[in-house]
């Protein structure tokens, strides 16, 4: 069923907007009526769609670990190359980065969200860290899941930080990112 012509799905404009609601608000801070509102349909199509906030928000994951699957075909085979890709996809998506954020702060050591798909999605990129550690492009005694771990902390820490990036770098946020990507090239290079 489409809103409008030309316009999204409903169950996609419903995802799109409870992801940016979620990210904003956190899960005790929505509710299906800021979701309703954000996408453009009423509350009973998204109820129909997800039947309650908590579905919702499991299927929010989901979506989002859709597309980023979709991601992995576009990483550059250079680390410094992924590194700054990685980065500036974490910029570019910064709800994702705060809804992944919003699930760790209510985590209650049970397994997350489709975690056989997610294990997976992360399985994909620790094996493209042991491929190059096999080929010499990246140092091979370097355990490869804690590697892939920090590599992803250094990616999401200034989306995670913006205050303390400011603080310490003083510089605006455009600023701020290329002198990020060119740290992270240079210390992919102390990799290798």
């Known amino acids: 069923m489409?809103?409008?012509?030309?316009?999204?799905p409903s169950r996609e404009a419903i995802l799109d907007a409870a992801v940016t609601e979620f990210a904003a608000r956190?899960?005790?801070?929505?509710r299906i009526e800021h979701v309703a509102r954000r996408s453009g349909f009423n509350k009973t199509l998204v109820y129909r769609h997800f039947s309650d906030k908590g579905n919702l928000f499991r299927e929010c994951l989901r979506h989002q670990f859709q597309r980023?699957?979709?991601?992995?075909?576009?990483?550059?085979?250079?680390?410094?190359?992924?590194?700054?890709?990685?980065?500036?996809q974490q910029r570019e998506d910064r709800d994702f980065v705060r809804l992944i954020l919003r699930e760790a702060l209510a985590d209650s050591?049970?397994?997350?969200v489709d975690a056989k798909r997610r294990r997976a999605y992360y399985k994909r990129q620790v094996e493209q860290i042991r491929k190059l550690q096999k080929e010499g492009d990246i140092d091979a005694t370097l355990d490869s899941e804690m590697l892939f771990f920090a590599m992803l902390a250094l990616t999401v820490a200034p989306v995670v930080l913006p205050q303390i990036a400011r603080l310490i770098a003083a510089a605006p946020p455009?600023?701020?990112?290329?002198r990020w990507d060119r740290f992270l090239q240079e210390l992919a290079a102390k990799l290798e």
Not at 2 to 8: I, Y
Not at 109 to 112: D, N, T, Y
Not at 174 to 178: E, Y
Request: hydrophobic share 45%; proline share 5%; no cysteine.
């Open 26 to 30: 956190g899960y005790d801070g929505v």
């Open 174 to 178: 455009r600023a701020f990112a290329t």
């Open 2 to 8: 489409l809103k409008a012509k030309g316009r999204q």
């Open 109 to 112: 050591g049970a397994e997350p």
């Open 68 to 88: 980023r699957e979709t991601m992995l075909m576009e990483i550059p085979g250079a680390v410094s190359d992924a590194l700054v890709w990685w980065a500036r």
